[in-house]
Nanobody, 114 residues
């Protein structure tokens, strides 16, 4: 099982970014997927989850209404569209299978700063 995240970068407050995560080593289309983030000095937290058919399952209060999640089962890829970014969204972002909690990828750094 492997996850590779990409799309992070430096963005000004109020800006947008789209993160991607490509998974391998399991039947991607059969599993809900999750996005997590780890802010400096904090533990990794679940922020969004998507069902196998692309239905939204969960958004953390801190991102609801600003972030959306989608997936392309043909490409084994999930996406996190992040809008109206705030400095407190600065973190390393990871994806994972909803039930796995291991085999973490390298993550992608998102920095929101003016």
């Amino acid at each position: 099982v492997q996850f590779v995240e990409s799309g992070g970068g430096l963005v000004q407050p109020g800006g947008s970014l789209r993160l991607s995560c490509t998974a391998s080593g399991f039947t991607f289309s059969s599993y809900p997927m999750s996005w997590y983030r780890q802010r400096p000095t904090e533990e990794r937290e679940l922020i969004a989850q998507i069902g196998t058919a692309g239905n939204s399952l969960y958004f953390a209060d801190s991102v609801r209404g600003r972030f959306s999640m989608s997936r392309n089962n043909a490409l084994n890829t999930v996406y996190l569209q992040m809008n109206s970014l705030k400095p407190e969204d600065t973190a390393i972002y990871y994806c994972n299978r909803y039930d796995l909690g291991r085999a973490w990828g390298p993550g992608t750094q998102v920095t929101v700063s003016s």
